[in-house]
């Protein structure tokens, strides 16, 4: 007995790590794309959209405007199929559990490796369907590996942010690609072994993850994989049931629902619930700044440098590896949300309402985050943006693994796939506003993204209502618990 118990727990911790260097070497890679726009435009891709242009002082100048619009279109395009289509994709993953979504995020993630593998200046067309593939692959290695947190259930919100940091640290692998391609390996045998990995995965799906679910809270005695005893595997309604009695508090209130625990809220509650609504407006506007930056970053780096490519270089090379240090700033933010774990609540508050308190602080940050780097980012002074960099990073491993650890707090875990697929796909249309910002800012503007900057970083300020929503509803439930019992009314409203 000892012996199947030990293993359990070797078992899950191979997943844990397992999953994080999956999620940290292969999920988020596209969020690099400003490294592979260098080696992209070296190899001459879209490069007959470049043209001789005559100066106002007459002198003549390659005009590649248009091009860099190609690769705006092209990044803008993968991220909204990677938050889109987490859409459908959450209905999957709900329905048909891990190894179905995984299967398919494998083989999506490998063609579009072999897509930019076999592609060329003259096959450049074949770089939208291969990145929105490799975007929407990605994204499904991150969804199928959140759960894991489920497994060490007083550290839950901490992993979840820690795979959403290693996510965001992912896009570090292009800048390596990058690296790799000026010391003489090519562009197609480094998407090819990417296409090879795809075994790995395979053999990861099948012996390290369960084929359904991981329930929580985890229940006595569970198991998946292959292992000595016999395997539990659980239903979406079955992981609710079992929440439902397990939870520490039989009266535990809903932010969406002040009926009992015992009753789960239906989807369409969760969705048309206040909670949902201002997090979406809090994921929305801050991925739409990171979005319009990570998209221009390389024509940003143009106009402040004066075109010298050394210092694009140089600039690039240093955003891409402050994207490394994404899976060491999110877990920061977990680390906020579980702070509460394991000291005593407050007489009749609930887990879920002490989880919902300890958000506040965490929501709060990140929206302020988002306002200074929108800041750093609005300014145009070169040195600056080694500052802008920092922070970005930092608010974008908070932003994402905020997202996804306010999501398993706030709603069911038996609506997680839909829920957190809706929230991104909304998001994702909201996000396609940076291609007419591009177009704007490359047309009426002639090239200065001042105002549309400072637009953005106010419309960021639009954030901080949720937090301030999510602290009025956990000051209404402990104003609640403090009233006398017979002044209650007889229903909860």
């Not at 995984?102 to 060329?120: E, H, K, N, P």
């Not at 199928?144 to 979840?160: D, E, H, P, V, Y």
């Not at 291609?435 to 400072?454: E, R, S, W």
Request: hydrophobic share 45%; glycine share 8%; with cysteine.
């Amino acid at each position: 007995m000892l012996g199947c118990e030990g293993e359990v727990v070797v078992r899950r911790w191979l997943t844990l790590v397992t999953g994080l260097l999956e999620c940290l070497c292969f999920a988020g890679v596209v969020f690099g794309w400003a490294s592979l726009v260098f080696v992209l435009k070296t190899e001459g891709y879209f490069s007959y959209l470049c043209v001789n242009t005559t100066g106002v002082n007459g002198t003549q100048f390659l005009d590649c405007s248009a091009q860099d619009e190609q690769f705006s279109l092209i990044f803008t395009i993968a991220s909204f199929m990677n938050n889109f289509l987490l859409l459908p994709n959450g209905f999957l993953f709900d329905r048909f559990g891990t190894m179905v979504t995984r299967l398919l995020g494998i083989s999506m993630y490998t063609s579009g490796a072999l897509f930019v593998a076999f592609s060329s200046s003259a096959l450049s067309v074949l770089l939208f369907p291969a990145l929105s593939c490799i975007s929407v692959g990605g994204i499904l290695f991150l969804v199928t590996n959140m759960q894991i947190g489920n497994l060490f259930g007083s550290a839950r919100s901490t992993i979840i942010t820690l795979y959403n940091g290693a996510f965001d640290s992912s896009s570090a692998l292009f800048l390596i690609i990058k690296l790799l391609f000026e010391a003489g390996i090519s562009l197609r045998a480094s998407f090819l072994f990417l296409a090879a990995c795809g075994i790995i995965h395979l053999v990861r799906t099948f012996l390290l993850l369960p084929r359904t679910h991981i329930p929580y809270p985890l229940p006595e005695g569970y198991t998946y994989g292959i292992n000595c005893g016999q395997t539990k595997t659980f239903s979406p309604e079955q992981t609710a049931a079992i929440a439902s009695v397990q939870s520490d508090d039989v009266t535990e209130e809903t932010p969406f629902n002040n009926e009992s625990a015992e009753k789960v809220a239906t989807f369409w509650e969760c969705f048309l619930s206040k909670f949902f609504l201002w997090h979406l407006v809090w994921l929305s506007v801050m991925q739409l700044r990171h979005y319009l930056f990570i998209g221009t970053l390389n024509p940003m780096l143009q106009r402040l440098t004066q075109g010298e490519p050394s210092l694009v270089s140089t600039y690039t090379n240093a955003f891409a590896v402050t994207q490394l240090c994404g899976v060491l700033c999110a877990p920061w933010n977990g680390l906020i949300m579980d702070r509460h774990k394991g000291k005593p609540r407050a007489p009749g508050m609930s887990e879920k309402e002490a989880d919902l308190r300890a958000s506040v602080l965490s929501l709060t940050l990140t929206a302020l985050q988002c306002v200074l780097f929108s800041i750093c980012a609005s300014t145009p002074f070169l040195p600056l943006q080694y500052l802008t960099f920092i922070l970005q990073v930092l608010n974008r491993s908070f932003l994402y693994g905020g997202n996804a650890a306010f999501i398993s707090i706030a709603f069911p875990p038996c609506h997680f796939g839909k829920l957190y697929g809706m929230i991104m796909a909304l998001s994702a249309v909201v996000a396609l506003l940076q291609y007419p910002c591009f177009t704007l800012v490359k047309g009426v503007l002639g090239g200065d993204p001042l105002y549309v900057n400072i637009a953005l970083t106010l419309l960021s300020l639009l954030a901080f209502i949720h937090p301030v929503c999510v602290y009025l509803h956990c000051c209404g439930l402990a104003a609640q618990r403090g009233k006398p019992k017979d002044t209650l009314p007889s229903r909860s409203s």
